[in-house]
């Protein structure tokens, strides 16, 4: 199984929108693998969006995603990179596809409420700056019979 780094923005922590993102998430069947508040600094800012450094919006960027904490959450399911890249939208929320979380919620290309890998390499280095091996929990998702056809999950 896959893993996808997401991040909740200050604005959906702000707009109170944490338990929504969430539950679009669980509904479809993700496990949620880890989950915190955290505060993102220079640093680690630095190393996130650095294919981002040299686009004009770039101190813009660091300092709202510096302006409140965040929610972080590692999920994991088959393809899961792909499948929530799709549940999120575009980054242009006002342009985003009305039942994708920034098509229903949101308006800004900045204020785009939700963050999520780009692809699977991408999710690896982005749990790794994010997470302690502690913070990671293998539960078993009762639910996974039901969700996958078994030779899916192989
Ligand atoms: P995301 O695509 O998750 O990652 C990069 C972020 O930079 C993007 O979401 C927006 O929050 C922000 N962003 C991208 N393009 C612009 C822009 N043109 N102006 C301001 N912010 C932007």
């Known amino acids: 199984m896959e893993r996808s780094v997401i991040l ?6 702000q707009r109170g929108l944490i338990g929504e993102i969430i539950r679009r998430f ?3 069947g993700l496990r949620l ?13 630095d190393e996130w969006y650095a294919h981002h450094k040299d686009k004009p919006f770039f ?24 499948t929530i890249r799709k549940m ?16 229903d919620f949101a308006m800004s290309q900045q204020y785009n409420l939700i ?10 280095r982005e749990e790794e700056l994010l997470f302690d091996k502690r913070e990671i929990f293998e539960w078993k998702k009762l639910d996974y019979d039901h969700i996958y056809l078994e030779d899916e999950r192989l």
């Open 8 to 13: 909740v923005k200050p604005d959906g922590v």
């Open 26 to 28: 669980e509904r479809k």
């Open 33 to 45: 693998a880890g989950l915190k508040m955290i505060s993102l600094d220079d640093a680690l800012l």
């Open 59 to 82: 101190g813009k960027l660091k300092a709202y995603m510096k302006s409140y904490p965040v929610v972080a959450m590692l999920l994991e399911g088959l393809d899961v990179v792909v």
């Open 88 to 103: 999120i939208g575009i980054t242009k929320a006002r342009e985003a596809e009305p039942g994708t979380i920034r098509g």
């Open 115 to 124: 963050h999520a890998s780009e692809n699977a390499e991408i999710a690896k």
